[in-house]
């Protein structure tokens, strides 16, 4: 590891207490990725995308979650990635068990290992 740099107020981007709120944001979503890794075998483009399907697809309602399909184009466009990226991501995690494809789209298959990684990224120890 290199020397650390002083930057002087003035050379900030970003205030001090905006700094203090994204390091520890920074550091949620690099530990979602190492256990996306270690415990699903997910690299990071699996594990967004898996989060990506999760976060559009899942609702909960009157105590219930509500599990809707999700398409290729709209996972690509909302992560701004090219839709063969997310078509062949998406085909692993179906191998994996992780999301179902079906004729209206994907869906989560594996909430658990969703949610882990969505407690992870908020910041909860799971």
């Known amino acids: 590891m290199s020397d650390p740099i ?6 900030w981007q970003v205030s001090p207490s905006a700094l203090s709120q994204l390091v520890p944001a920074t550091s ?11 415990e699903n075998g997910l690299g990071a483009e699996e594990a967004t995308i898996f ?10 309602a009157g105590g219930f979650l509500i599990v809707s399909p999700v398409t290729i184009r709209q996972l690509a466009e909302t992560l701004n990635i090219p839709r063969e990226t ?15 494809a079906k004729r209206q789209g994907l869906s989560i298959q594996n909430i658990d ?9 908020a910041g909860a120890r799971t």
């Open 28 to 38: 949620n979503m690099l530990r979602a990725i190492r256990r996306a890794r270690g």
């Open 51 to 60: 989060l990506a399907i999760g976060s559009l697809s899942l609702t909960a």
């Open 86 to 100: 997310v078509r062949r991501k998406a085909g692993f995690l179906v191998s994996r068990g992780y999301v179902v």
């Open 6 to 11: 002083a930057l002087f107020p003035s050379e």
């Open 113 to 121: 290992a969703w949610l882990c990684l969505a407690k992870t990224l």
